[in-house]
């Protein structure tokens, strides 16, 4: 079995909530989870970010979006920064569409 954590997904101040995010990723890496997943919320921060931001802070973890909606932005646009990121996050990223 693997388990998981969402992070991410309350409203609230954006320097507050990445700081948040932050130390939520650390805190799954430390407890052995497999996963985490941030979700794509309308008019907050990008998911994508998000995930490459914490693969700065973590090495194991798997990284995922929850739901990345393919309407909101160009099919290669969103392919080469999903590219970017799981190239970031060391082949880390799980994008969810």
Do not use: C, Y
Not at 23 to 32: L, P, Q, V, Y
Not at 64 to 83: D, E, K, M, S, W
Request: hydrophobic share 50%.
């Amino acid at each position: 079995m693997r388990l998981g954590v969402m992070i991410g997904a309350e409203r609230g101040d954006s320097a507050r909530k990445v700081t948040r995010m932050l130390a939520d990723i650390e805190w799954a890496e430390s407890a052995e989870l497999d996963t985490a997943w941030i979700p794509q919320v309308p008019n907050d921060f990008d998911a994508l970010l998000a995930v490459a931001l914490m693969g700065t802070r973590t090495s194991r973890i798997e990284l995922g979006t929850a739901v990345v909606p393919l309407q909101a932005q160009h099919p290669i646009a969103l392919a080469r920064q999903a590219l970017s990121v799981h190239a970031a996050t060391a082949g880390r990223l799980a994008l969810g569409v």
